[in-house]
């Protein structure tokens, strides 16, 4: 059965002080990791799909790596509007299930 | 461009009485559909799926039920709810051959 551990649970940065999330998955043929942002009260919404190790998307202050065992989320010089929670999920196999982790809540203080 | 709904936004309903959400998709065809659950601390949990009209597939045995009657309407329904119903129900969807899903805004249901 698929796993995704996300941590830390959360965090709380100042505005401009980067810092990184992890994603650690175990799945048993990996085809696609997923980030998501969600704020509070609704849906999660789509950033980033990787699909192996070594790839890289941006996205404005976000950047997501991934490796054979984990992903990360680099956020640089973050800013108070990228407060929310982060999810990452993974799919595998040739079904169309994608687990998700519990994610972490990143505060952004100005 | 694809635009996901889903009604009511919030719903607050007694135990034992029905239910029924409802999520449309705009934008596009033969989408797969899925209806999660969030709770507080907790991940996403798939509860169904669909990959087309009449389609339904259940991840976790419960009281709850799905329906797709047209190619873009997704229903969750109830015909008694209990009290560990309620929670944040999302919809959402993809293109079929791709893995990337589009969440619509939710529904928070609180069953009292």
């Known amino acids: ?110 | 461009s694809q635009t996901i709904h889903q009604w009511p936004a919030t719903l607050v309903q007694p135990v034992g009485s029905p239910l029924s959400l409802e999520c449309t998709v705009e934008g596009t065809s033969n989408p797969n559909l899925y209806w999660y659950r969030q709770a507080a601390g907790r991940g996403l949990q798939l509860l169904f799926y669909s990959v087309g009209i009449g389609q339904i597939s259940s991840e976790v045995p419960q009281n709850l039920s799905a329906s797709r009657p047209q190619d873009r309407q997704f229903i969750l329904s109830s015909k008694k709810l209990l009290l560990s119903d309620s929670g944040f129900y999302l919809c959402a969807w993809d293109r079929g051959g791709t893995d990337t899903q589009y969440f619509g805004p939710g529904t928070r249901l609180t069953v009292l």
């Open chain 1, 1 to 110: 059965e698929d796993q995704v551990t996300q941590s830390p649970e959360a965090l709380r940065l100042q505005e401009g002080e980067s810092s990184s999330l992890n994603c650690s998955y175990t799945v048993s043929g990996l085809r696609g990791l997923f980030w998501y942002r969600q704020d509070p009260g609704k849906g999660p919404e789509f950033l980033f799909t990787l699909y192996s190790a070594g790839e890289e998307k941006e996205k404005e202050r976000l950047k997501a790596t991934l490796t054979k065992k984990e992903s990360f989320l680099h956020i640089t010089a973050p800013k108070p509007e990228d407060s929310a929670t982060y999810l990452c999920a993974v799919t595998s196999g040739g079904y169309q299930k994608v687990t998700f982790g519990i994610g972490t809540k990143l505060q952004v203080i100005p």
